[in-house]
């Protein structure tokens, strides 16, 4: 993948571990234009620096992609605060059915966050 100072603007909003949708990125990007930042997300998820989540009915969130980070996200019902959780993927694989092979997974557990209980 080519270097870009956009493409570096893009992946900088992503150094504190935020999870974003493009609606976002657009909002804290203005200086880039709505299609370069959409395509530049496909292009990142395609190349495995970004994945996609979808913690909202309908709309896909992103994160950086760090090699050996499984966590997965716990979603408040009620504020709907996404707080991330380490899993193991060993303890997902001993779940599955016999004769399955997973591939990739994606774990959203909801209930009521601290604030909420």
Known sequence: MKK???RDQIL???TNGDLLTAQEITKKLPEIDRATIYRN????VTQGVLREVNVKKG???YE??????HHQHFICSNCE???PIDINPEDI???IPAGLKVSNFELNLKG???DCV
């Open 81 to 83: 605060k996404v707080i």
């Open 112 to 114: 009521n966050c601290n």
């Open 59 to 61: 709309v896909s969130s």
């Open 64 to 69: 950086i992609n760090k090699e050996h980070d």
């Open 41 to 44: 997300i496909a292009l990142f």
């Open 12 to 14: 900088s909003i992503f």
């Open 4 to 6: 870009s100072l956009k």
């Open 93 to 95: 694989i001993k779940i």
